[in-house]
């Protein structure tokens, strides 16, 4: 059974930094593609960042392209997020996601694309 865990969401001060963490068991994760999403109140789930399996390629969305930066770590299962300058409009639900496919070179940032998901962290930026 795949599983993912969100850890590290909190509240912080606009201009602060989070880091997120994203615990993953049960697929192979060094072979999947892995995305942060967010979800603030009353909008739809948007695409944040991408990481390719081994790492060495990412992808943003152009809201968070540098203040945020995506990375993981093969050997420990473990995805993160680390984020800089915070905004209040990065207040948000922050989940991540598996592919849980062989990569085909290709960053897809619709939610549809990604088949496995953890249950979410929140993240609270003060003004």
């Known amino acids: 059974q795949v599983q993912l865990v969100e850890s590290g969401g909190g509240l912080v001060q606009a201009g602060g930094s989070l880091r997120l963490s994203c615990a993953a068991s049960g697929h192979t994760f060094s072979q999947s593609v892995m995305g942060w999403f967010r979800q603030a109140p009353g909008k739809e789930r948007e695409f944040v960042a991408a990481?390719?399996?081994?790492?060495?390629?990412?992808y943003y969305a152009d809201s968070v392209k540098g203040r945020f930066t995506i990375s993981r770590d093969n050997a420990k299962n473990t995805m993160y997020l680390q984020m800089s300058s915070l905004e209040p409009a990065d207040a948000a639900v922050y989940y991540c996601?598996?592919?849980?496919?062989?990569?085909?070179?290709?960053?897809?940032?619709?939610?549809?694309?990604?088949?496995?998901w953890g249950q979410g962290t929140q993240v609270t930026v003060s003004s």
């Open positions: 990481v390719s399996p081994g790492g060495t390629m990412t």
């Open positions: 996601a598996s592919k849980g496919a062989r990569w085909t070179g290709i960053f897809h940032t619709d939610t549809r694309a990604y088949v496995y």
